[in-house]
């Protein structure tokens, strides 16, 4: 990998993006407002997102290899396209990846083993 991956949690009360380098090194962390586009209105969100990536990007003073994010109320394919969209456009990275943020808990605890994720937090779910 040549430059850095960021990986985002975005929830209904607050979104935090890390930055790391290929040794797993902590380059850039900030924690910003919610990002539940269920809970807030879709610009907001944009320029949410936007802004936290902007900062990070200028910080850095390159834009990332991948995006990553896990998102709350990351329902249906309109969601999916917005994020990608945004997180594109904002962070200068072509490869984005966008998950439901149960899906991100369930494989960070369990990996491919069996389990079951339960998260309670500004809304609540389990899997």
């Not at 607050?14 to 040794?23: F, I, M, N």
């Not at 807030?40 to 390159?62: G, I, Y």
Request: glycine share 12%; proline share 1%.
């Amino acid at each position: 990998m040549n430059g850095y991956v960021i990986g985002i949690d975005g929830g209904g009360t607050k979104t935090e993006l890390v930055a790391w380098d290929e040794k797993k090194n902590v380059l850039f962390e900030k924690i910003v407002s919610g990002s539940n586009i269920y809970g807030s209105n879709e610009k907001s969100v944009e320029n949410t997102l936007s802004a936290l990536l902007q900062e990070c990007v200028s910080f850095l003073q390159k834009g990332p290899s991948v995006i990553c994010m896990g998102a709350a109320g990351m329902i249906g394919g309109d969601a999916e396209k917005f994020f990608k969209n945004t997180l594109s456009s904002a962070g200068n990275c072509r490869d984005v990846l966008i998950f439901h943020d149960a899906k991100i808990s369930l494989t960070a605890n369990f990996h491919d083993n069996a389990g079951v994720s339960l998260t309670a937090g500004t809304g609540s779910i389990c899997v």
